[in-house]
């Protein structure tokens, strides 16, 4: 089992940055991908960045490349989404899963394990 605990939400301006973490416990030695996925109310969840557990390889979405950022802390087992020149669209629930393959996926359904969300809030 993994345990995802996601923190550093919270509500800005646009333009403005947050850094979201995702730390992770258990059994993260399992672990393959770790994503970012957003979620806005009425709407499905979206890919955001995923990256491989050792940090090798990193996927965004195509619309987000050059404002956020994926990378990992080796020795806190932790994730981290760097966000940039926010705008009110990224406002939304952000989760993190973990996926035991090293496929970055960018589909939820692939994910085996779920945190459960930290808010982002961008206000024009």
């Keep these: 089992?993994?345990?995802?605990?996601e923190s550093g939400g919270g509500l800005v301006q646009a333009g403005?940055?947050?850094?979201?973490s995702c730390a992770a416990s258990?059994?993260?030695f399992s672990i393959g991908t770790v994503g970012w996925f957003r979620q806005a109310p009425g709407k499905e969840r979206d890919f955001v960045a995923s990256i491989?557990?050792?940090?090798?390889?990193?996927?965004?979405?195509r619309s987000l490349k050059?404002?956020?950022?994926?990378?990992?802390?080796?020795?806190?087992?932790?994730?981290?989404?760097?966000?940039?020149?926010?705008?009110?669209?990224?406002t939304g629930i952000y989760y993190c899963g973990a996926v035991l393959s090293?496929?970055?996926s960018t589909l939820?359904?692939?994910?085996?394990?779920?945190?459960q969300g930290t808010q982002v809030t961008?206000?024009?």
């Design 1 to 5: 089992q993994v345990q995802l605990i």
């Design 102 to 104: 090293r496929t970055l």
């Design 52 to 61: 491989t557990w050792n940090g090798d390889l990193t996927a965004y979405a």
């Design 66 to 90: 050059g404002r956020f950022n994926i990378s990992r802390d080796n020795a806190l087992n932790t994730v981290f989404l760097e966000m940039n020149i926010l705008e009110p669209e990224d």
């Design 108 to 115: 939820p359904t692939e994910y085996d394990y779920w945190g």
């Design 26 to 28: 258990g059994q993260t």
């Design 122 to 124: 961008v206000s024009s």
């Design 16 to 20: 403005g940055s947050l850094r979201l």
